[in-house]
């Protein structure tokens, strides 16, 4: 039984030549590129702007920095005294026994949730 699609001529059915085709010699090593700083797998501007991103080093010292920003914020966001009117502060937290707190003559201890800012009518 003769093999099927022997005898095609290959140029009949792409409509290339063998010419147009990698050499039989031809490999995919590195040595076999012509480079330059504008032939190369990467650019100049390439490799700077890979340089200039941020390193685990620096994105956690900014991390560590935000921690540390939130807690001292959150610590002193903090309002004590009999003044206070929980009505109107702009603090996340306060120790009150204001006319406007929950009343009976005692200090309350009142944390108030904010929606995108602090001020405003319907910050509360």
């Known amino acids: 039984m003769p093999k ?11 409509g290339k030549d063998a010419s147009a085709f990698a050499d ?5 090593s ?6 330059d ?3 190369r797998l990467v650019t100049d501007v390439q490799i700077a702007d890979w340089t200039a991103k941020e ?10 920095q935000a921690l540390n920003d939130a807690k001292s914020w959150g610590v ?5 005294g009999s003044t206070t009117d929980p009505n109107t502060t702009q603090e996340p937290y306060i120790l009150t026994n204001h006319a406007n707190g929950p009343g009976g003559g005692v200090h309350w201890h009142i944390h108030t949730f904010y929606y995108s800012t602090k001020t405003g009518i319907k910050h509360k």
């Open 37 to 39: 700083s504008k032939n």
């Open 55 to 64: 390193t685990a080093t620096g994105a956690q010292a900014k991390a560590t």
């Open 4 to 14: 099927r699609g022997s005898g095609l001529d290959a140029d009949l059915l792409d």
């Open 76 to 80: 002193n966001a903090v309002s004590i």
């Open 24 to 28: 039989a010699a031809h490999k995919h």
């Open 30 to 35: 590195p040595a076999d590129l012509v480079l």
